[in-house]
């Protein structure tokens, strides 16, 4: 599954323009306590012109940040993007885990690599290495020594992300990644390359944390594909994507003899010889005509969301998120009698207590880090926000 370097001379020549500029920096640069060693972040903007979103890239695995996906970095730079290809602990393939027994070993996977939780037994990263910790940590550090470049404008405060103006995309394991992040934000649009693969061919089924209700409409969400996939067979990944909801009034649409919009879809897939990406598995990134195509697609289009996908009239809101200590939240349109629950990422209940109404404060201090799940429930129904707990 390891992706290979995609940009030659030909290719900076095809998707550079003079104004979009690239840096690459070091982990350790933004936190000492980074392996110096490690493979470098790749950073792109566009000085000349700027759509003010920030496109959030995560590899596939054994993959090389600074220089694997060169050529789709430039490709959203070079449409006015901000492009981070963030480097972070890549080398357990998501695929390895299809025969585990376990019914949550894919959420436990991502829930450990995205926010550091310690739950998964397949992978050992910690808050600092997680992946939102690292975002969180290459921003800041952009943001004060490079201010020009207006990076900071994806930052809600020092320790959260204006998740409205972030496209998060990925490609193989790093498209679940991008996914996963997506359930627990409202991300601007989600970009799937050859990707999720969380199937299971144990339980015949997606992983279980794809079927479950996310922070961003399902609207938002676009995968393209290969239809002839040696690393994850394309039907499984047509399943995962079918388990996310993406294809309830859509279809995959094969893109090779088409131009955009491809009918609107969704899900797209390609026919194209790998060529010098050397796996079918990695045509969705490589540079092509037909690719240039659909990446203007992926990244530009208008995204429809139907008004019940894009807003809950009865709002749970958590503030500061993330956070150390304490909570505030409040919950709008409490019908009578409500009760409020804590449960982590995996669904196993922490805390139950009856909820007044109104604005409350919640003591953190004897909860996990990571990824938790606040669920108020009323005579209406049950509504359900994500905190994420650091300290």
């Not at 959030?56 to 940040?65: D, E, I, K, R, Y």
């Not at 996977?109 to 739950?119: A, H, K």
């Not at 807003?311 to 809101?317: A, F, S, T």
Request: charged residues 15%.
């Amino acid at each position: 599954m390891r992706c290979p370097a995609l940009l030659l001379l030909l290719v900076c020549t095809a998707v550079c323009p003079a104004q979009v500029q690239t840096d690459h920096v070091r982990p350790v640069d933004t936190d000492p306590g980074y392996d110096p060693l490690e493979d470098s972040s790749a950073v792109s903007w566009n000085a000349g012109a700027q759509n003010d979103r920030l496109l959030l890239f995560l590899g596939g695995t054994g993959s090389s940040s600074s220089s694997s996906y060169n050529a789709l970095r430039l490709f959203a730079a070079g449409l006015g993007f901000h492009v981070i290809n963030l480097s972070y602990p890549n080398n357990v393939a998501t695929a390895g885990l299809a025969n585990d027994p376990d019914t949550l070993v894919f959420d436990k996977y991502r829930q450990e690599l995205c926010f550091g939780t310690p739950v998964s037994d397949a992978v050992a990263v910690d808050s600092l290495n997680a992946i939102h910790t690292r975002t969180l940590n290459l921003l800041r550090y952009l943001d004060q020594t490079h201010p020009t470049q207006n990076w900071g404008q994806f930052l809600a405060t020092p320790d959260s992300l204006d998740w409205s103006r972030v496209a998060v995309g990925g490609h193989s394991q790093g498209s679940g990644h991008a996914c996963y992040l997506a359930k627990h934000f409202p991300v601007e649009r989600v970009l799937m390359f050859a990707g999720p693969n969380d199937y299971s061919d144990l339980h015949g089924n997606s992983g279980h944390w794809v079927r479950q209700l996310g922070a961003t409409p399902v609207g938002r969400h676009y995968s393209y594909l290969s239809l002839h996939d040696e690393a994850v067979a394309y039907w499984k990944q047509f399943s995962v994507v079918q388990g996310l909801g993406s294809l309830v009034n859509d279809d995959s649409v094969h893109v090779d003899p088409l131009s955009a919009p491809y009918g609107g879809s969704h899900c797209l897939y390609t026919t194209q010889p790998p060529g010098l990406a050397l796996l079918y598995h990695n045509t969705p990134v490589m540079l092509s005509t037909t690719n240039s195509g659909v990446w203007t697609y992926l990244l530009t289009s208008a995204v429809t969301v139907s008004a019940v996908e894009e807003k809950d009239p009865r709002q749970l809101g958590v503030r500061p998120n993330p956070a150390r200590d304490r909570v505030r939240i409040q919950f709008t349109n409490t019908d009578g009698p409500a009760t409020l629950e804590v449960l982590d990422a995996t669904g196993r209940l922490l805390r139950r207590a009856p909820y007044p109404g109104g604005a409350v404060e919640l003591d953190l201090n004897d909860l996990p880090t990571g990824m938790l799940l606040l669920a108020v429930t009323d005579a209406q129904g049950r509504s359900v926000a994500r905190l994420v707990v650091e300290r």
